[in-house]
């Protein structure tokens, strides 16, 4: 509900600027009401969509059989090619800063993660033994890393023209 108010003020502040919104049904709650993450033809209208914002998917006391939350996003990463989770990091004048470093006011950075393989990619295949021993299986390939790096690189170039720094630096968790 924050989400659409913030989107209708964007809305009412812009000429020029309207959105054609479609609320669907899907995640925990919709689980919980009919035994189903999402429907296939939620998720065709999903497919058929300019744009997709996900709210909240899941619940903490509702969970698949195997103890999994409910995700239908993980499959619409995988089937629509989103493999490139975007996060923007930045500060703002005139709002609070939650860092004390006076260097803190200069923070503008992007977070890419690669968002349909590592412990993802076999999501719902795991095994769980007597409780105690929970198994996955993390796969990586080349395609998909190849084509995260390529954008990884992209941004930073636009971003290096517009007088940032154009560095890429990987982590691995």
């Known amino acids: 509900d924050s989400c659409l108010q913030v989107l209708s ?7 020029n600027f309207q959105l054609n919104l479609n609320i669907l049904e ?6 919980q009401k009919s035994g189903k993450d999402i429907l296939p ?6 497919r058929s969509s300019d744009a997709v914002l996900l709210g909240a ?4 006391n509702i969970r698949l059989h195997d103890g999994t939350e409910i995700a239908p996003h993980l499959r619409m990463r995988t089937e629509f090619g989103l493999f490139a989770g975007v996060r923007p990091v930045k500060s703002y004048i005139n709002v609070p800063k939650v860092l004390s470093n006076p260097d803190a006011g200069r923070i503008d950075i992007i ?12 999501r719902e295949r795991g095994t769980i033994q007597e409780d105690m021993i929970a198994r996955d ?14 954008f990884a690189f992209e941004l930073a170039r636009k971003r290096k023209s517009d007088g940032f720094p154009g560095r890429v630096t990987c982590v691995d968790k």
Not at 9 to 15: F, P, T, W
Not at 26 to 31: D, I, K, S, T, Y
Not at 57 to 60: E, N
């Open 137 to 150: 299986t993390l796969e990586i390939t080349r395609p998909v890393c190849e084509k995260l790096f390529d």
């Open 111 to 122: 977070i890419l993660r690669e968002s349909t393989e590592g412990l993802f990619a076999h």
């Open 41 to 46: 033809e939620t998720f065709e209208q999903a």
């Open 9 to 15: 003020e964007l809305e009412q502040g812009r000429k």
């Open 57 to 60: 998917m899941g619940l903490p």
């Open 26 to 31: 899907a995640g925990a709650e919709f689980f």
